[in-house]
């Protein structure tokens, strides 16, 4: 059976500051060195300066993630050479001297599979090497510290998962959960990083490092199941290794460097004295913490009608439940849940639309109104959908810019009605005998009003005239 | 001629009746320095803008500006706190070419009363020794006989006070490195309970046991020097809220009825005849304030100095893993290196002592070994902070020598690492359970100096004070003869 356990990294890209010093958290918009200071330079004298709001932020996954929250954590060294970590050892967490890191075991679901979660742990994320020079001959190696000191949180889960799909499936999950609880950005690049160990029946664990994103992670489980299968179906054994992920090659490399020997020396961090969070502090941050997925889904439901499929999609996208919970009320809800999950979600697909998106709740809630009012067919709603995304302009003004208003003025709409008639003598016969067949009319008057005319006014109109 | 050995309190009213100039002063402690240093070598740098900031600070007093409390006093600073934009190199090669780009919080506090930072003094490198010895820099001397040794790590804070190159002077105390100098120089050195100052831009050495303190010419400096220094600092997790206490108010109190505690292990065989001498001495003279003086046997204390050392370089391993030159240090090209051979060859910089903690730090919490030494020596650490919080129980105030020997010459005891930790053995335990202990200079024996110690429980800092200026009081010891 094949087996695999993940240790997810996933930085807290929505805190101001680094885990330990005042510089940003968001790195990514820096000059390289310089987003730096000398706490996250480790330089001499500096000391760490624990940031409360990131404990906040990884207890607030801890819970979402269903796992044991201690009343007292604690932070270790974990200490090893690397031009990328600019004390040489790494302030992490860990649970070998009793549970002190912030969250113990959890688990969640990921359809009917059960995925068992081993342990959170807050940490540091290291700085960031750059590899210059064109052959291993002249390459120099460059260090880019700006990232050093973010917040970082470590989600180890036990080899539960039996696929790479499950794998997928999780990440999806885990993705949704970390965007609603407005900890972090799984879409910026190096927000989520994995781990993976992968062992298949009769075979040793093989542990990948060095997956950078999710999409990669899934492939490289998918690779190494296949690597080993194939060895294993050879009779050849599988050692016990760690590999490492080639991101531009999409294989697994063995890796050399004895990292698996390495002796951490880990002790307690004494610059950080143990900090407390007791059932009252657990209390208040679960009050603090966003409605998750599943019970917006439910809300969706039962309170709004809206079918499961559609709460679904519109619970675990934390753009759209936002842009509905702010746009809703207790007549619209319904057609706003359609607009998002049958028009929005077409038109903003990837991250880079969606921020340049000027829609706002407001004009969500007006075009539901003018749906719902006559004012605009569904049909035109869409192309007035697509102009509000774009300019960000007030609807109305839209309707009559683009001339989307519904025909329902009843003499003009009669006119039509009259040519269509005439051109169509067949199917009106057919509609006499047939009253089904009128709706091929609807579709004539439709076509010539562009979408725009009123189709209730229209039906009933036609059927006057054909009587 | 001005008065160079006034202590710093009398200092303060001096420039306060307009007896004597901030820039008089401080141009004369110049003068000292370059007079007495060549011999005692304190000063690993002297600053070169003292008399200005000096003559700077006359001209707001004259003009009635709100003046600091310092009044412009120079304060030597030993050379392991960050002073902005000057050089801070722990003694070490290591750290030849690092200028520090900060303020440690004892040196803005400092700067913010006015105080004069006439130079950093010497020190075993990053603070590992007991003599001066272990400065790469080359030791300094004991102003009451050159030929001895100053004690350490701070020998040259309390080369400083002892000499009148300053008037008072910051170390730092992880084993008794405040202490043990003070007591060697016939100064007054004090530990506070760990977390009462900042350590903000104090180079680590050993972490979590380690603190800032006052090195001076009487008690009540000392407590007028805590006042400046102490209390909560955001940039150091570790610092308790004192609620803003003054340790000089009440500071002539007295002893009366106050019990203390004679530690047994700390006076056991070995301790010098001159020493228990003066430590009977003391304990009748506390007796005859009205104190009720009484032994206590601390059981733990026979293994404190193993447990020290076994602690203090498995955080040191750490703390000092971050010198691989990559980021500053000292001139040493990379061209041609694999970092790992570039790091393994840049730390040869190291001198002896730091070396060989670094190898021991290395190995007593590694993977296989730490059961047998590193997690027995924390055990010992708790163990005997719950024996010491048992005595305080019972006693107010616990008492012992500051050292169980007297200074001893140069190059007697480098060669033999072992001897020199158990000189250690009445000092650590203050580190390990985070008391605060102060040494107070308390009679002479052969001209060298022989300091005795107080403990008080953790934030009982003012007591302790207390009680330390009644001892004091009690004798009146010669002039350094230099």
Request: overall charge negative.
């Amino acid at each position: 059976m094949t087996k695999i356990g993940l240790e997810i990294h996933c930085q807290l890209t929505n805190l101001n500051s680094k885990l330990f010093c005042s510089c940003k958290a968001n790195y990514r918009e820096f000059e390289i060195n310089e987003n730096i200071c000398p706490i996250c330079m480790g330089l001499p004298g500096s000391l760490p300066r624990l940031n409360q709001e990131a404990v906040k932020k990884a207890t607030m996954i801890a819970m979402a993630l269903n796992c044991s929250t201690p009343e007292k954590i604690a932070f270790f060294r974990k200490n090893y050479f690397y031009p990328d970590l600019p004390k040489n050892f790494q302030i992490t967490q860990l649970n070998i001297y009793g549970d002190t890191s912030i969250g113990g075991t959890g688990s969640i679901m990921v359809g009917d599979k059960k995925i068992n979660i081993t342990r959170i742990q807050l940490e540091e994320d290291p700085g960031r090497l750059i590899y210059e020079g064109s052959s291993s001959k002249n390459q120099i190696t460059l260090v880019d510290y700006n990232r050093a000191g973010t917040p970082l949180v470590e989600i180890v889960t036990e080899p539960d998962f039996e696929s790479p799909k499950q794998v997928r499936e999780f990440l999806n999950i885990l993705s949704d959960l970390l965007e609603n609880l407005g900890v972090s950005d799984p879409s910026l690049e190096g927000a989520m990083r994995a781990d993976a160990n992968v062992s298949i029946e009769g075979g040793k664990k093989v542990e990948v490092k060095n997956i950078g994103s999710f999409h990669d992670l899934e492939k490289a489980t998918h690779f190494e199941i296949t690597r080993q299968t194939s060895l294993h179906s050879r009779d050849i054994d599988i050692i016990q290794e760690t590999r490492h992920w080639d991101d531009k090659r999409k294989i697994t490399i063995s890796s050399r460097s004895k990292e698996e020997e390495l002796d951490y020396r880990y002790f307690l961090e004494g610059d950080i004295p143990w900090i407390t969070i007791d059932s009252s502090i657990q209390e208040k941050l679960r009050t603090e913490m966003p409605e998750s997925i599943s019970s917006k889904k439910e809300r969706y439901i039962s309170k709004y009608n809206i079918p499961p499929q559609v709460a679904d999609v519109l619970s675990s996208d934390k753009f759209y439940s936002d842009l509905f919970d702010e746009s809703h009320d207790e007549t619209n809800a319904k057609e706003i849940a359609n607009i998002i999950t049958t028009d929005l979600m077409g038109l903003v697909d990837t991250r880079e639309k969606r921020e340049e998106s000027k829609l706002s709740a407001k004009h969500l809630a007006e075009l539901s109104n003018a749906i719902q009012s006559g004012k605009i067919s569904r049909n035109s709603s869409k192309n007035a959908l697509h102009e509000i995304i774009k300019s960000g302009k007030e609807l109305s003004e839209i309707i009559s810019e683009l001339d989307l208003g519904n025909v329902s003025d009843e003499s003009e709409l009669l006119k039509i009605i009259t040519e269509v008639i005439s051109a169509e003598p067949q199917a009106v016969e057919q509609a006499k005998s047939n009253p089904q067949t009128i709706n091929y009319l609807v579709g004539k008057v439709m076509q010539k009003t562009k979408g725009k005319a009123d189709p209730k006014l229209t039906l009933d109109l036609l059927k006057k005239q054909i009587e | 001629m001005t008065n160079l050995k006034i202590s710093a309190l009398d200092y303060v009213e001096q420039i306060q009746n307009g007896n004597i100039s901030a820039e008089d002063f401080v141009s004369e402690t110049v003068d000292r320095i370059k007079k007495v240093d060549d011999t005692l070598h304190a000063f690993l740098s002297v600053n070169d803008d003292v008399i200005e900031q000096a003559r700077a600070i006359d001209k707001k007093i004259k003009s009635g500006d709100k003046v600091g409390a310092c009044y412009g006093m120079p304060i030597s600073i030993k050379d392991n706190m960050c002073i902005k934009g000057s050089k801070t190199t722990c003694a070490s090669k290591m750290l030849e070419n690092f200028v520090a780009p900060y303020d440690a919080t004892v040196i803005t506090k400092l700067k913010q009363q006015d105080a004069v930072f006439i130079g950093k003094v010497n020190m075993d490198e990053f603070a590992m020794g007991l003599t001066t010895e272990f400065s790469a820099y080359g030791p300094s001397k004991n102003p009451w006989n050159t030929d001895c040794i100053p004690g350490g790590s701070s020998g040259g804070s309390a080369v400083s006070v002892s000499a009148f190159e300053c008037v008072t002077s910051l170390g730092s105390d992880t084993g008794g490195s405040v202490r043990n100098p003070a007591s060697f120089c016939g100064v007054v050195g004090y530990k506070p309970t760990y977390g009462l100052i900042s350590r903000y831009g104090l180079i680590s050495y050993a972490n979590s046991i380690e603190q800032i303190g006052p090195l001076t010419r009487t008690v009540k400096d000392s407590a007028f020097m805590l006042n400046m220094i102490c209390g909560l600092d955001s940039n150091d997790n570790t610092t308790v809220d004192n609620n803003s206490e003054d340790y000089l108010s009440g500071i002539d109190s007295g002893i009366e009825g106050k019990k203390i505690g004679i530690i047994k292990e700390m006076i056991a065989d070995g301790t010098d005849p001159a020493v228990l001498s003066s430590t009977k001495d003391a304990i009748s003279k506390l007796e005859s304030l009205g104190a009720i003086c009484e032994e206590i046997s601390i059981d733990m204390v026979k293994y404190s100095v193993a447990a020290y050392y076994t602690i203090t370089a498995t955080e040191a391993g750490s703390n000092l893993a971050r010198y691989d030159n990559l980021r500053y240090g000292y001139d040493f090209p990379v061209e041609g290196y694999e970092f790992n051979s570039y790091i393994a060859k840049a730390r040869k910089n190291f001198g002896p002592e730091v070396t060989r903690r670094m190898i021991i730090g290395g190995f007593v919490p590694s993977a296989g070994h730490a059961g047998k030494y590193f997690l027995k020596a924390m055990k010992v650490k708790s163990k005997l902070t719950k024996e010491v919080n048992e005595a305080f129980k019972k006693f107010d105030l616990l008492i012992a020598p500051t050292v169980p020997i007297l200074p001893f010459k140069l190059g007697e005891k480098i060669d033999d690492p072992v001897s020199l930790f158990l000189v250690d053995i009445n000092t650590v335990t203050a580190n390990l359970t985070g008391k605060p202990a102060i040494s107070v200079p308390f009679a002479i024996s052969n001209g060298l100096p022989i300091g005795m110690q107080l403990f008080a429980n953790s934030m009982n800092d003012k007591l302790l004070l207390q009680a330390a200026h009644a001892l004091e009081n009690t004798v009146k010891l010669p002039e350094v003869p230099i």
